[in-house]
T-cell receptor
Framework: AQSVTQLGSHVSVSEGALVLLRCNYSSSVPPYLFWYVQYPNQGLQLLLKYTTGATLVKGINGFEAEFKKSETSFHLTKPSAHMSDAAEYFCAVSDQVNSGAGSYQLTFGKGTKLSVIP | DSGVTQTPKHLITATGQRVTLRCSPRSGDLSVYWYQQSLDQGLQFLIQYYNGEERAKGNILERFSAQQFPDLHSELNLSSLELGDSALYFC????????????FGPGTRLTVL
């Protein structure tokens, strides 16, 4: 079974500071990895994803993440935090449940709530 | 806006009742997934449908059921509701060409009193 661990349920950064949200996963097969963001009272928005190829992936709103197989990590970073980045961030790993059926079940971490201090 | 729509946005009901949550996937998406988000359990996969057929089951209670109709919209039926069923219920969809990527709707917040 796959699992995702997000270190830190709450992270606070100053506006303009580096954002680093940590995610480690366990998977018996090469994983598909995702970061989603959830703003208050809203749904989940896809930030970025890693499927194959380049291990450094860029997403929306200036976020990027690096897949490190040796560390089983997929940490999310942003060089300079904005007030609008305050939200909850979820790391997820995808497992193909039924081969050939295009069935991919997402397993989520517990989320990290990001606060940005002005 | 992901293109996935869910109705209603909010639902308040009493224990023992039955409710139906509706989801319309993005245009062209054949797969629909249902997830439950609660404070104690986090985000959990419930069930997946692909082009009208059930394809995968997760932590879905026997009191819950779902179906996908010929027009590809899906409904999640929750019966004999308990206080612990209060949660956010999300629908997500994906297309065959990008099957590993799911796009989420805005969710339905269910409150059981």
């Amino acid at each position: 079974a796959q699992s995702v661990t997000q270190l830190g349920s709450h992270v606070s950064v100053s506006e303009g500071a580096l954002v680093l949200l940590r995610c480690n996963y366990s998977s018996s097969v090469p994983p598909y990895l995702f970061w989603y963001v959830q703003y208050p009272n809203q749904g989940l928005q896809l930030l970025l994803k890693y499927t194959t190829g380049a291990t450094l992936v860029k997403g929306i709103n200036g976020f990027e993440a690096e897949f490190k197989k040796s560390e089983t990590s997929f940490h999310l970073t942003k060089p300079s935090a904005h007030m609008s980045d305050a939200a909850e961030y979820f790391c997820a790993v995808s497992d193909q449940v039924n081969s050939g059926a295009g069935s991919y079940q997402l397993t989520f971490g517990k989320g990290t709530k990001l606060s940005v201090i002005p | 806006d992901s293109g996935v729509t869910q109705t209603p946005k909010h639902l308040i009901t009493a224990t023992g009742q039955r409710v139906t949550l509706r989801c319309s996937p993005r245009s062209g998406d054949l797969s629909v997934y249902w997830y439950q988000q609660s404070l104690d359990q986090g985000l959990q996969f419930l069930i997946q449908y692909y082009n009208g057929e059930e394809r995968a089951k997760g932590n879905i209670l026997e009191r819950f059921s779902a179906q996908q109709f010929p027009d590809l919209h899906s409904e999640l039926n929750l019966s004999s509701l308990e206080l612990g069923d209060s949660a956010l219920y999300f629908c997500a969809s994906s297309r065959r060409e990008e099957a590993n990527t799911q796009y989420f709707g805005p969710g339905t917040r269910l409150t059981v009193l």
